[in-house]
Structure formats: structure tokens, C-alpha cells
């Protein structure tokens, strides 16, 4: 079985700030995948980022980045340069790999960010 | 591809009425997943499809859900008779490799 972990229930972060929000996993897979949604208040999931568990090199995706350290299973999403409209929550995820043909996605419980002017 | 695709986005009804959501999932993608939000319980994961074959449905509330994909372009998720505390946010997802994405949602709301 897999588990996220998301320590931080709300974060506050100065505009043009960078923010880390942590995500620490747990599975007994060795090749897995890692995600990013953000939740604004208009309540739509939107994917940010996607890490491979054999991916050589941290995601990036604009502003967004992911510092993943394997041996310590963490994935924690860096915000660069923070603005206004990053004010939502954010879920950390995983989906193990195809195994029995199916896979199955895993959430955190989130994180409330809040950008501060 | 437009996306995952829900309706409808609102759903106002009374309770012990029947009623249904429906999802059309991204081309391609082989895994589809219907997940309900609330304040209380966050997101929780009610059942999911792999090649349109349901997999796992152990976190479909009671009897009165259901869900069904009879092809790869759709799925309904069928509640009935509805009640109150099943007013919710419902997701549905489609992951295909590396990509999962959650279509907007329907907002139902049971009184």
C-alpha cells in the first residue's frame, strides 16, 4: 500500500517570495510517479507537475519545481517568485506503477497556501 | 482534447431522488477515477476503472452509489435514493501514463 503525507495544514508566504510545501510518501514500489494539483477557491484540480521515480533530473514546470530526494521519499513542490493568485490548496499524489494492469491514485490531505502582499 | 469533461457542474435536488453524473475521460487515457470532496473528509476516492473495468470500489459509500463505464469516452455515477450528507463536490479523473487530470467537477447539493 501506498501513503502522502502532507504535514503542513497552511502556509503563509510574502509576494514574489519562494515557498517549499512538503509531501513525504511511502511505498514499497520502486517505480512510482508524483504529482501536484492546485485547488483555488473555484474548486477546479489542476495539474501542476509530474515526477517519475527513475527521472534523473527534479521537475520543473515555469515557476514550479519539485525538489524530490528518493532515499528520504520526499517530493516537496518549490513555488518560485509567490503571487496572489498562488493562494489555494495544494495535494501532493502518487500512483504506483502499473501492476495487475491497473493503478490507483494516492492524495495528501493538503495544504493551505496563502500569499501575502 | 477539451479535458475531462463533467455534468453538469450544478446539481440542486431533493432527497430520494435519483440522481447522476456523468464523465467523459481524455482519448487515450486508460484509468478513470470518481472522487468526492467535502470539508469534513477531504477527498476520498469512491471507485476507479482500468479498460473500462471497475477495480476497486471499496470506498463507494453504501448501496445507493453506483458507477458504471460502459466504454472508454464514458462513466456515470449514479446515487439513489440521494440524501442530504451526500451534498458534495464529485471528481471525476483520467490518468494515462503521466497524466492525470481531474475534470471541474459537479457541485451537488441534496435538500
Known amino acids: 500500500a501506498q501513503k502522502i503525507t502532507q504535514t503542513q495544514p497552511g502556509m503563509f508566504v510574502q509576494e514574489k517570495e519562494a515557498v517549499t510545501l512538503d509531501c513525504t510518501y511511502d511505498?514499497?514500489?520502486?517505480?512510482?510517479?508524483l504529482f501536484w494539483y492546485k485547488q483555488p477557491s473555484s474548486g477546479e484540480m489542476i495539474f501542476l507537475i509530474y515526477q517519475g521515480s527513475y527521472d534523473q533530473q527534479n521537475a520543473t514546470e515555469g515557476r514550479y519545481s519539485l525538489n524530490f530526494q528518493k532515499a528520504r521519499k520526499s517530493a516537496n513542490l518549490v513555488i518560485s517568485a509567490s503571487q496572489l493568485g498562488d493562494s489555494a490548496m495544494y495535494f501532493c499524489?502518487?500512483?504506483?506503477?502499473?501492476?495487475?494492469?491497473?493503478?490507483?491514485?494516492?492524495f495528501g490531505i493538503g495544504t493551505k497556501l496563502q500569499v501575502i502582499p | 482534447d477539451a479535458g475531462v469533461i463533467q455534468s453538469p457542474r450544478h446539481e440542486v435536488t431533493e432527497m430520494g431522488q435519483e440522481v447522476t453524473l456523468r464523465c467523459k475521460p481524455i482519448?487515450?487515457?486508460?484509468?478513470l477515477f470518481w472522487y468526492r470532496q467535502t470539508m469534513m473528509r477531504g477527498l476520498e476516492l469512491l471507485i476507479y476503472f482500468n479498460n473500462n473495468v471497475p477495480i476497486d470500489d471499496s470506498g463507494m459509500p453504501e448501496d445507493r452509489f453506483s458507477a458504471k463505464m460502459p466504454n472508454a469516452s464514458f462513466s456515470t455515477l449514479k446515487i439513489q435514493p440521494s440524501e442530504p450528507r451526500d451534498s458534495a463536490v464529485y471528481f471525476c479523473?483520467?490518468?494515462?501514463?503521466?497524466?492525470?487530470?481531474f475534470g471541474q467537477g459537479t457541485r451537488l447539493t441534496v435538500v
Open positions: 499524489a502518487m500512483i504506483p506503477p502499473l501492476s495487475g494492469g491497473y493503478q490507483k491514485v494516492t
Open positions: 482519448s487515450g487515457h486508460n484509468s
Open positions: 511505498t514499497s514500489d520502486p517505480s512510482y510517479g
Open positions: 479523473a483520467s490518468l494515462g501514463g503521466t497524466e492525470a487530470f
